[in-house]
C-alpha cells in the first residue's frame, strides 16, 4: 500500500484538467487511468461555447487550441421535411464557439502536466473510509490499494466514486447517437457554420473543426437491441449510409467518406435534473466532477465546457485551504454550492431539449412551455464566468 495526497480517478477531459488546475495552483495530484493508454481517440470532437473558452484560458491552454479549430459564426436549423430554416449568428455571443477534435483537447492537457501524472492501467473497484483516520482507501482490480487523503472521481458515467456517494443511478433518454469525423481534402463548401438538420425523429448535426474537417453526429430513437454489432465500425458506416440515404447528397457523401476509426456508436446518458438538486456531491474528502457528478445529453452542447469549470472551481476552492481532513470537507461543500445550480440548470435545458424530440404532441406543448418559462433566453447558457483560478 503506498500513499497519495490527492488523487483523480479518470483521464478523460475533466480529470485531466482538474490536475492541471490544481497543478496551476501549486497542488499535486495523480490521475489513476484504467485504460493502458491515453484515451484521445474516442469521442471523435466536442463542441466549445464561450463559457468553455472562459475556463481553458484559466487554465493556459486556450491559445495552443485555437489554432487547432476555426471560430464558428452561425449557426442553422434546417428542417428537411419541409425545409423550413433558421439562423443564429454567433457574432452577437460575448466569448466564441469552436469544435475541436477530442484527441487535440486531450493531447493538449496531458502535455501541459508535469510528467508521470497519470499512471495507466489503473482501474478502481472500490473506496472505503479508514476506520481509524477517514481517509479513502482506494483498491484497483489487480488487487493494489492506496490510502490517500483527497479522491476526486472523473470517472465518467458508470462512476465507481459516484456509487460511493449513493448517487442515483443514470438514466438513458431513448435515443442513440451516431458520431464521426470526414476530411475533405481539397475543403469543404460548409464555411464557419454549425448546422442542424431534423427530418422526422432524426437529428443530424455538422460542425467544422478546420477548412478540411469536419465533426458530425446522428441521433435516432429506439436504439437497436443487439448492442454487440456496434463495435464494428463498418456496420455503424453502413446502418449510418442506410437512415441518410433519403437525406440531400452532401450529407450521405458526408456518411460515406467518413474516417472509419473515428465512428462510435453510444447511447444517451443522463443524470436526472432532480436528482442533480439533492445529491450529495461529497463525503468527507471524496467529490466527483464532470460527467461522474452531471452526466447529460448533448443537446446543448455543454457537457465538456461544464467539465472545465468544473476543474476550474474545484482547484479554486482547494487552493484557499490546507489538506486536513475538515479544511478539504469544507472546500468540496463549497465546491459542490456553487456548482449545484448551473449544473441543474444545464441539464434541465438539455433534458427538455431532449424529451421535446421524442415525446407525443401534447407532451411537446408541455416541453415548449416549460422551456419557454424556465429558459426565456436559450442562449444564456453561454454567457456564464467559472471565474479566475
Not at 470532437?45 to 486556450?62: E, K, T
Not at 469544435?99 to 487535440?104: I, P, S, V
Not at 482547494?318 to 468540496?332: D, K, Q, S, Y
Not at 408541455?366 to 426565456?376: E, N, T
Request: glycine share 8%; net charge positive; hydrophobic share 40%.
Amino acid at each position: 500500500m503506498c500513499d497519495e495526497e490527492v488523487v483523480i480517478i479518470g483521464a478523460g477531459i475533466c480529470g485531466l484538467a482538474t490536475a492541471l488546475a490544481l497543478h496551476r495552483k501549486g497542488i499535486k495530484s495523480i490521475i489513476m487511468e484504467r485504460s493502458e493508454s491515453l484515451r484521445n481517440n474516442t469521442g471523435a470532437a466536442i463542441g466549445i461555447r464561450p463559457n468553455g473558452w472562459r475556463a481553458l484560458d484559466q487554465l493556459g491552454v486556450a491559445d495552443i487550441l485555437r489554432h487547432t479549430a476555426i471560430l464558428l459564426q452561425r449557426e442553422r436549423v434546417v428542417s428537411l421535411d419541409g425545409g423550413r430554416q433558421q439562423e443564429i449568428s454567433l457574432n452577437h455571443c460575448v466569448g466564441e464557439t469552436r469544435c475541436l477534435r477530442r484527441k487535440d483537447l486531450i493531447d493538449t492537457l496531458y502535455a501541459a502536466l508535469p510528467p508521470a501524472t497519470v499512471k495507466f492501467g489503473c482501474q478502481l473497484e472500490s473506496i472505503k473510509l479508514d476506520p481509524q483516520t477517514n481517509n479513502p482507501i482506494l483498491r484497483f482490480i489487480d488487487g493494489t490499494s492506496i490510502i490517500t487523503k483527497v479522491v476526486i472521481g472523473c470517472d465518467g458515467g458508470k462512476s465507481i466514486v459516484a456509487d460511493f456517494l449513493n448517487l442515483k443511478p443514470i438514466k438513458m433518454f431513448p435515443r442513440y447517437a451516431i458520431r464521426g469525423l470526414t476530411n475533405y481534402p481539397h475543403g469543404h463548401p460548409f464555411g464557419h457554420e454549425f448546422t442542424r438538420f431534423r427530418k422526422d425523429d432524426m437529428l443530424l448535426g455538422r460542425i467544422p473543426i478546420d477548412n478540411n474537417l469536419i465533426y458530425w453526429f446522428f441521433s435516432q430513437p429506439n436504439i437497436p437491441k443487439d448492442e454487440g454489432i456496434w463495435k464494428n465500425n463498418e456496420v455503424i458506416r453502413q446502418y449510418t449510409i442506410e437512415w441518410l440515404s433519403n437525406c440531400p447528397q452532401e450529407i450521405q457523401e458526408m456518411a460515406k467518406n467518413a474516417d472509419i476509426n473515428s465512428l462510435s456508436f453510444t447511447d444517451l446518458r443522463y443524470r436526472a435534473p432532480w436528482d442533480l438538486l439533492i445529491g450529495n456531491f461529497s463525503r468527507g474528502t471524496v467529490t466527483v466532477a464532470g460527467d461522474a457528478m452531471h452526466i447529460m445529453g448533448p443537446f446543448l452542447g455543454q457537457g465538456g465546457s461544464a467539465a472545465l469549470e468544473d476543474a476550474v472551481v474545484l482547484a479554486r476552492n482547494m487552493a484557499t485551504t490546507g489538506l486536513n481532513h475538515r479544511e478539504i470537507g469544507v472546500a468540496f461543500n463549497e465546491f459542490v454550492r456553487e456548482r449545484r445550480m448551473r449544473v441543474v440548470r444545464l441539464s434541465l435545458q438539455a433534458y427538455l431539449i431532449g424529451m421535446l424530440l421524442d415525446s407525443s404532441r401534447l407532451k411537446k406543448t408541455l416541453w415548449i412551455i416549460l422551456l419557454k418559462l424556465l429558459f426565456p433566453n436559450q442562449e444564456s447558457h453561454m454567457d456564464y464566468d467559472c471565474g479566475g483560478l
